[in-house]
């Protein structure tokens, strides 16, 4: 669907510029978008690959293992219907802790993983269970203490100061977490009083 609404915009913008004659403007913005789309691609790989091998040396010291143990008792209050030794509670910490980094780019791989387990739990249905439609709802609004692709994103533009956004993000983030979470229970709530 979503490429049937791009190829739309696309024709619609292309007559637009023929009708109005900004057919050269069109092109100059293409070409121009290109090259911004692939400077702007080169300068995130440099932070991503940075962050990425930080993360790799974090799994390999253990430190990864220790912040999944502080936040075990957390996550298994969250997904109560998840036992806690089964691979989607690894999954699913692994994938928080890479979106805490602002490494959404890591953290979608173990999302993926995560959500393949819990539909193993689910018996492999193919309607969302409890756990999946929270573990969404966790990994859309997930605390973010570092925004790296963001902060990558302000040094590529000459911010003068490209990691003030930190605090903000914090907060914003914190805040969007908790609310994704009290939706969450509200309508799970909501829908398990009406099943009785």
Known sequence: ????????????????????????????????????????????????????????????????EKLSRLFRPLVKKIFPEVPENHPAMGYMLSNMISNMFGLGNAATPLGIKA???????????????????????????????????????????????????VVPTIITTVLSAIGAILIDRYFYYRRSRKGR
């Open 115 to 165: 959500m393949e387990e819990l539909k193993k739990l689910n018996g492999g249905k193919n309607s969302a269970s409890r756990s999946m439609v929270t573990f969404l709802a966790m990994n859309t609004a997930s605390i973010t203490l570092i925004p790296t692709t963001v902060i990558a994103i302000r040094i590529n533009y000459h911010s003068a100061s490209p990691t003030e956004i």
């Open 1 to 64: 669907m979503v490429n049937y609404i791009w190829v739309g915009m696309t024709i619609i913008g292309i007559i637009f510029a023929l009708v109005n004659g900004t057919m050269d403007e069109v092109n100059k913005a293409v070409f121009d978008g290109a090259k911004e789309a692939v400077t702007i691609c080169i300068g995130l790989i440099s932070v991503l690959v940075f962050w990425l091998g930080m993360m790799r040396i974090a799994q390999e010291s253990g430190l990864l």
